[in-house]
C-alpha cells in the first residue's frame, strides 16, 4: 500500500470521529510510524509501505481517533525553539504558555544572571527554554508530582541543563527557599466542574488542570508564596484563564504587587500577566 492511500484511509477514520485537524495528524503519525520528517512523507507519496508499517501507522490512528493527543501519542511536543518528552504525567506544552517564555525574556539581558523559580515545573518546558537563551540564570523548580518532576529532569538531562536547574518535589504551600529575582508560573486554573468537558480529559492529568471551585484556588497560593518568595521589585509571571483577568489583578493589588502588563493569546484572549513585587 502507498503512504499516500494510508494518509487517506487514515483521514477518513479521524474526519468521522470529528478529529478537525485530520489531515496534519495523520501526516505526523506516518512520519512517526516511518522515522522520517513530515516534509519526507509528503515528497515520498507513492512510496509503498511494509505490511508491519501499515498495521503501526493504523494502532496509531485508532488511537488518536478516540481523542488521544498527538503528544502523547508520538511522546513529544515541540515549544519554543525545542522538542520536549511529553507523556501522561504532565499537561502538555501549548503555544500559548510561549509567552511566559517570550515575557521574561524580555526582563532578563543576555549577560545577565538572575535566580528564578519555575511553580508548577511540569514537563519543564518553561525552565528550559528560558534557560537555553540566557546563559547565566539559574532555576528551582517545584511540581507536587513525582513523576512530573522526574520527566523535567530527563527534558532537562536531554537538553544538557543538569547543572543549572534543581528539581523539589514540593507543593508551593510547603516551599521554604531564598528570595527570587524572578517567579514564573503556569498554575492549574481550570475550573473543576469544567475539566469533563475538556477533549483531553481522559488523557492528561487532573493535578495539572484542577483550580478549584472557583479556578483561582492554586493562583491565590501562588501570588501568596510569591510576596515572600520574591526579592523587592522581583517579578511574577503568571500564565491565567481567559476569563480570570480582573479576579487576578484584582487579588494581586490586595497583596501588593504593581500590575506591568497583561499579554494575550495567540487566539487573542488573556493569557498572561506580569507583576511586580512592590514591598
Not at 481523542?67 to 522538542?83: Q, S
Amino acid at each position: 500500500m502507498k503512504i499516500i492511500n494510508s494518509l487517506k484511509d487514515g483521514g477518513e477514520i479521524l474526519k468521522k470521529n470529528n478529529i478537525s485537524s485530520y489531515k496534519i495528524d495523520c501526516e505526523i503519525l506516518m512520519s512517526q510510524t516511518l522515522n522520517i520528517s513530515r516534509e519526507e512523507v509528503l515528497l515520498n507519496l507513492e512510496r509503498n509501505i511494509k505490511k508491519e508499517e501499515k498495521e503501526e501507522f493504523f494502532n496509531l490512528i485508532y488511537r488518536r481517533r478516540k481523542n488521544e493527543p498527538i503528544a502523547y501519542i508520538i511522546n513529544n511536543k515541540d515549544f519554543w525553539r525545542d522538542k520536549f518528552i511529553a507523556d501522561k504525567n504532565v499537561l502538555i506544552p501549548r503555544p500559548d504558555s510561549e509567552h511566559l517564555v517570550e515575557q521574561t525574556l524580555r526582563l532578563i539581558k543576555k549577560d545577565q544572571g538572575k535566580r528564578i523559580l519555575d511553580v508548577g515545573v511540569g514537563s519543564g518546558c518553561l525552565s528550559i527554554s528560558i534557560l537555553k537563551e540566557r546563559p547565566f540564570c539559574k532555576f528551582d523548580a517545584i511540581d507536587p508530582s513525582k513523576k512530573a518532576i522526574k520527566l523535567a529532569k530527563t527534558n532537562a538531562k536531554l537538553h544538557q541543563l543538569s547543572n543549572r536547574i534543581k528539581f523539589y518535589k514540593r507543593d508551593v504551600d510547603n516551599f521554604y527557599n531564598d528570595k527570587y529575582d524572578l517567579i514564573i508560573s503556569n498554575p492549574p486554573y481550570i475550573i473543576k466542574h469544567k475539566i469533563k468537558y475538556l477533549d483531553s480529559i481522559n488523557y492528561e492529568p487532573k493535578i495539572a488542570l484542577d483550580g478549584g471551585l472557583d479556578g483561582l484556588e492554586i493562583i491565590k497560593k501562588v501570588i501568596s508564596k510569591s510576596k515572600y518568595l520574591l526579592k523587592t521589585n522581583g517579578k511574577l509571571i503568571l500564565e491565567i484563564g481567559h476569563d480570570q483577568k480582573y479576579k487576578v489583578t484584582k487579588f494581586l493589588k490586595e497583596k501588593k504587587f504593581f500590575i506591568n502588563n497583561i499579554i494575550k493569546d495567540y487566539g487573542n484572549n488573556t493569557r498572561c500577566v506580569v507583576s511586580t513585587k512592590i514591598n
